[in-house]
């Protein structure tokens, strides 16, 4: 209840607040920016507006991607507006009227390249950590000094409204049903295993990561917490350029290789990274007590602990050919690759008395288990875009396909620790395919300068083959178990058109955007006795955005999306490995359907502080949620097992959050720069016929960064994740911190870092326990995250302003710029 009430706090003073201050009768500059050889748009140029006579500028804005711009809240008078980018000559335009209420658009403004030859060119280009777009958040780790040698997983932590576990588990705002995309693209890397699939990206291969927790209708319905796109780096600069990262350390090791390429209208991109978790042990105990239904109780303690090593690697090509002025061709190939082993040995002792205390048995034995995980996946796409004269409008289609081979194996071996006993055991093959196919076609037509609309359609074909092949060890020799062989071939195929509005109404005081998506689904599958209905939802997303002032702004969103059960859940083999402890999943599963509001508020200050609050309630229903049944004796295609607790996902009833983010950056000096993020939220489940579960979580941490000078700069990051509560337990507090320091050197294209990770201990203990009918337990971990390293950068090329002249249409010779800029 009590971020509820806070909720209703912001909702009251941030409504007041927005009426209060709202500015009336100021107006708008807006225009785009193009190179004047090539008329291609510049972007990131930067616009200046100046008052008549005066010689600093009041106002500006950086062009967008596509070279537009829009300064808004100008008072009405008469203004000078400059444009400026690195490599080109100044462009100056003098006498802009801005009238109460209106936009005044400047056209094309041109810029014309310098005419001399640019030497050695250092750029230096502070991007901001943290971008509130009125879609999305965008987080930059470029100066993320802590994240460098480490993976994907290691930024996550940082990101605003994302939480991550020991484990790697990810939520957004606490949400775990999320939509990964890799640069705006599905990919089936993400679906066999996210945390190996998250750990196998380094951090230096990331460029930025968007963060959307209310998608418009443009985006795929997927994912009831949001979504979260990986965008890795490549580079349009002209000339030849690249960098090599490489790290070594105590637990995880990983490099990669970028290299750019660009002559006129045609680039390349290639890269290639790779990693490696060394191998690493971590004890765990479980204490279980259960009953049956004669009053008998049985004590289960398992002691023992598991090793485990992971690998990865990915790689890829994008071209890129600007055909035209307004046609633009991208393609690209990836391939990517990720594994993990583990083995273990546990001893247990089974103890079972009567309802008196007196003793029935007491079984003694030692559990031998190995598991090994393979998936590859390899990523192709081709995308063409138009633009036409008229500004805004656009044209883009898009084909992308994503195949991917997994092989999952485990085995176990059980010996009664009594004299004379044989040893029993299974050992399951898993292998499986996975191939998605998306083509998908969106277009934007702007009707005035206010009112824009987008429509498009998509179709998203995804197919999944899976074999299951069963051993059992009988009197020391493996045969075939039939009962626990075979095979399944499931097909989803999702049809989705949206159409989306934006505007602005009340003379530019409100900008809206609403939209309705309407995906189909249908879904085969060749599961005996199975029979998986088609569905359709209409997913409606609406947005009010108000800018404050130039340094404050006020968002309110609605949206509904849908989580469908992935592959995982989906999957009826039987985890045997351990078997009093048995997973499944269930190929009968529902999607779980969420709708979702967020109120939020953005202030900058005079000297880059920042603060981002976002209040938020989601309510999901048919909600997703892994639950465990124990049986005192359980038979599974002809195999009998005792004293097992089951575990897969149901559509359990409902849940609803309500929490609060808030993200904080202050320069307390020139030098000295703090960052904070809190998640605040309440949770309460709902199951019919079941009290409802209620439980408060919060999440801390803070990120200090100095600079020393001279090219040498630290770090401190800490991290901590409350103790929670779920529907059937608990799940433990989680505390990680780090120390990082990195020395530039060569002018900046060289960097050694080095960090420390949780360094004053090697374990951190995680209890957890589970309880429901008939039984109770508890599970400690000791997770190993002790870890130093070391880690060295690269960058080498240039940057090049220039290319051969070539014709113009005089038949004269003319200064032609690169199509893109390096920023």
């Known amino acids: 209840m009590r971020t509820r009430y806070i909720l209703l706090f912001l909702f009251v003073f941030f409504g007041i607040s927005t009426w209060a201050q709202a500015p009336a009768g100021k107006g708008k500059i807006s225009g785009k920016v193009t190179d004047a050889a090539t008329k291609q748009a510049v972007d990131y140029a930067t616009i200046s507006v100046y008052k008549e006579g005066v010689t600093a500028p009041f106002n500006g804005i950086s062009t967008d991607p596509k070279g537009n711009f829009t300064v808004d809240q100008i008072p009405p008078g008469e203004y000078r507006v400059t444009a400026d980018f ?34 050695d060119v250092t750029v230096t280009a502070t991007t901001p950590t943290v971008q509130n777009k009125i879609d999305k958040m965008v987080y930059n780790p470029q100066n993320d000094l802590s994240a460098q040698g480490g993976v994907a997983i290691d930024i996550l932590k940082k990101v605003p409204q994302i939480t991550v576990d020991i484990d790697g588990n990810v939520e957004l705002q606490g949400n775990a049903n999320i939509r990964f995309l890799i640069n705006g693209k599905p990919s089936s890397i993400f679906g066999a295993s996210l945390a190996d699939a998250l750990a196998s990206i380094p951090a230096s291969q990331i460029k930025s990561i968007e963060v959307v927790t209310s998608p418009g209708a443009k985006y795929d319905a997927a994912g009831t917490g949001g979504i979260i796109n990986i965008i890795l780096k490549d580079s349009r600069v002209e000339g030849v350029n690249g960098s090599v990262n490489l790290s070594a350390g105590t637990r995880r090791e990983n490099g990669s290789f970028n290299l750019n390429m660009r002559k006129g209208n045609f680039g390349v991109n290639a890269f290639f990274s790779g990693n490696a978790q060394i191998n690493s042990n971590a004890p765990n105990t479980n204490n279980r007590t259960s009953a049956d239904g004669l009053g008998n109780t049985t004590t289960l303690f ?65 559990r031998t288990s190995s598991s090994k995980f393979s998936g590859t996946s390899t990523d192709v796409s081709l995308a063409y875009k138009k633009t036409f004269e008229k500004e805004g409008q656009e044209l883009d289609i898009l084909y992308s396909s994503s195949f991917g081979n997994n092989s999952f194996s485990s085995s176990q071996l059980l010996q009664n620790l009594q004299a004379g006993t ?10 499986g395919k996975d191939k998605e196919t998306n083509i ?10 206010n009112f824009t609309i987008e429509t498009g359609g998509k179709l998203d074909f995804n197919h999944i083959n899976n074999n299951v092949v069963t051993d059992t060890l009988l009197n020391g020799a493996n045969v075939p178990n039939y009962n626990q062989t075979y095979g399944f071939t499931y097909d989803r195929k999702i049809y989705a058109y949206y159409l989306s509005l934006t505007t602005s109404v009340f003379n530019n005081f409100l900008d809206i955007k609403a939209g309705l998506r309407d995906e189909y689904t249908v879904t085969t599958a060749d599961f005996k006795g199975t029979n998986i209905p088609n569905y359709n939802i209409l997913v409606p997303s609406l947005v009010f955005s108000h800018k404050i002032s130039e340094s404050q702004s006020v968002k309110l969103s609605y949206t509904r999306r849908i989580e469908r059960p992935d592959y995982g859940d989906l999957n009826p083999f039987l985890n045997i490995s351990d078997t009093h402890n048995i997973s499944t999943g269930d190929p009968t599963l529902k999607p779980e359907r969420g709708d979702n509001f967020e109120f939020g508020y953005n ?3 005079d000297g880059g502080a920042n603060i981002n609050i976002a209040a938020f309630y989601r309510k999901n229903t048919d909600d997703l949620q892994r639950f465990t049944t124990f049986y005192d004796t359980l038979r599974i295609d002809g195999s009998t097992y005792t004293n097992v607790a089951l575990t897969k996902r149901y559509n359990i009833g409902s849940e609803e959050r309500t929490g609060i983010n808030i993200y904080a950056s202050l320069p307390v000096t020139k030098d ?4 904070t993020n809190m998640i605040f939220s309440e949770r309460t489940n709902n199951n019919p016929g079941s009290p409802s579960v209620s439980g408060f979580a919060y999440r801390l941490n803070l990120n200090a960064q100095y600079n020393f000078g001279h090219d040498l700069s630290a770090e401190f990051f800490g991290n901590y994740n409350s103790f929670q509560k779920n529907i059937q337990g608990t799940q433990p507090k989680f505390v990680f911190y780090n120390f990082a320091m990195r020395k530039m050197f060569m002018n900046k294209k060289a960097s050694i870092g080095l960090t420390a990770s949780n360094p004053f201990a090697k374990y951190v203990s995680q209890s957890s326990t589970t309880y429901g009918t008939g039984f109770n337990q508890t599970n400690i971990r000791y997770v190993p995250v002790q870890s130093f390293g070391i880690s060295l950068s690269y960058k080498f090329g240039k940057l090049e302003f220039k290319k051969e002249r070539e014709k113009d249409d005089n038949g004269g010779k003319q200064d032609d710029m690169p199509a893109d800029k390096g920023k």
């Open 86 to 119: 690195l490599g080109y000559q100044r462009t100056t335009v003098d006498h802009v009227i801005v009238k109460p209420g209106a936009t005044t658009n400047l056209g094309e403004v041109l810029l014309s390249p310098n005419t001399r030859q640019l030497k």
């Open 302 to 366: 398992q002691q023992g602990s598991n090793n485990f090593k992971r690998n990865g690697y990915q790689s890829g090509l994008n071209f890129t050919w600007n055909i035209s002025k307004h046609d633009d061709l991208t393609a690209s190939v990836g391939f990517n690759h990720f594994g993990n082993h583990g083995n273990g040995i546990t001893n247990q002792d089974e103890n079972k008395v009567d309802p008196n205390g007196i003793g029935l048995s007491d079984i003694k034995t030692l």
């Open 422 to 431: 044989i040893p029993t055991g299974i050992t399951n093959n898993n292998p």
């Open 440 to 449: 998908s076609v969106d277009y934007t037509h702007p009707l005035s300068k």
């Open 603 to 605: 202030k900058s200050f």
């Open 672 to 675: 000295f720069n703090l960052r």
